[in-house]
């Protein structure tokens, strides 16, 4: 009899110690203050009944399992529970500021706060976030600047600002964000020229903002590995050095919608260049010839600026070349034959020129060219053939 009570009283024991066991606070306290800060600087008519919030319930231990009504989404823990390496919010319409308390959270990976209504400044104290490898506040309303502070996150791989209202002037050191791939801060108000860019940076996105001045040379030094540049919507201005598109990696280039005035390409050793936007500029002189030497190169705007003379047969020629735009240009003679050939393969304008014999059955040629009293002013007096 008494060795089946002991038995009785033994498995009560550990089914009562293995329950409270699940029960017991895992969670690091600081991180556990650091959550409740954050839940707290937000805006509770904006924290609707099913989004991931509502579910913070600080009754429970933020990485205690099993997680079924308390802590059901939003945050990931490290394999022993006892930090918060994740902070993913969902996109449920979230308002209120980011607490300088999130720099408690120093074992996070990732933190994303992405399309909600978040507002005020990004702040400084960020940068304890020594562990954090993505950065992802896009598509809400901070303002202020890009804070200094950001680039001491020697680990951060990506950056995402994009869509907010930022201003002022980036981080002059902005290269010392040695483990940088993919910058995006598009869609804000930054001004200034860029200051010298991380090495290892594969992406590069800051349209539609109001930077100003030439691309200097040593913004992009030891760039070997950079793909897209993404500089579209700012005020841009001077001449577009040659030493821009021998970037050994570069890939992906759009500058439409800027204020350059002057382009010099060189032919390559070598390169990977698919796609360039230099549209809706004021770049003056000749059609860039030798971006015909560029071996895959499959898509060229260099529509609404001011070239003149005619356009290369080397670009009829080139077999990689899908989209040519030319329109809006002042482009003289009679364009390439091979533009109309049955097998060809291009699409695109060369309208809004002044070209002479241009088809107007090919869609190539729309819109229609230019009238001839205002082709005959651009060169002040008639185009030369």
Not at 96 to 115: C, K, R, W
Not at 152 to 163: A, F, G, R, W
Not at 219 to 226: K, P
Not at 379 to 384: L, N, Q, T
């Amino acid at each position: 009899m008494m060795p089946n009570i002991l038995q009785s009283l033994l498995t009560f024991f550990v089914l009562f110690n293995t329950k409270n066991l699940i029960a017991l606070s895992l969670t690091s306290p600081q991180d556990i203050s650091a959550l409740k800060a954050f839940k707290a600087s937000i805006k509770p008519g904006s924290i609707q009944p099913w989004s991931c919030l509502a579910s913070w319930d600080f009754i429970a231990d933020p990485c205690a399992l099993p997680l079924r009504t308390h802590f059901i989404c939003g945050i990931t823990c490290s394999p022993d529970s006892t930090r918060v390496i994740q902070l993913t919010l969902d996109p449920a319409g979230y308002s209120g500021q980011l607490t300088p308390l999130i720099s408690q959270l120093t074992s996070l990976i990732i933190l994303d706060l992405a399309d909600n209504y978040f507002f005020g400044p990004i702040p400084s104290s960020i940068s304890s976030l020594i562990s954090l490898q993505t950065l992802t506040l896009r598509s809400n309303s901070f303002s202020g600047p890009v804070p200094n502070s950001i680039t001491n996150l020697k680990s951060l791989e990506s950056l995402d600002l994009s869509h907010n209202s930022l201003s002022g002037y980036l981080p002059k050191t902005m290269n010392s964000m040695s483990s940088l791939r993919r910058l995006d801060l598009s869609y804000n108000k930054l001004t200034g020229s860029l200051p010298k860019l991380p090495y290892n940076l594969l992406e590069l996105a800051l349209k539609a903002n109001s930077l100003s001045g030439p691309l200097s040379k040593s913004s992009f030094d030891s760039l070997t590995q950079i793909e897209v540049v993404e500089l579209s919507e700012n005020s841009l201005t001077g001449t577009l050095e040659s030493w821009f598109f021998l970037l050994p990696a570069l890939q992906q280039v759009d500058l439409a919608n800027n204020s350059l005035t002057r382009i010099e390409i060189s032919k390559p050793a070598n390169s990977d260049l698919v796609a360039v936007d230099l549209g809706f500029n004021k770049i003056v002189g000749n059609a860039p010839l030798h971006f015909a030497d560029y071996p895959l190169l499959s898509s060229l705007s260099l529509r609404y600026n001011r070239l003149r003379g005619t356009i290369p047969l080397e670009f009829s020629r080139k077999k990689s070349l899908r989209r040519l735009f030319l329109d809006g240009n002042f482009l003289i003679g009679k364009p390439p034959p091979a533009f109309f050939a049955e097998d060809t393969s291009v699409s695109g304008s060369i309208g809004d020129n002044c070209l002479q014999a241009c088809p107007v059955s090919s869609q190539l040629c729309m819109p229609s060219q230019k009238p001839s009293s205002i082709c005959k002013q651009a060169y002040g007096g008639k185009p030369r053939s």
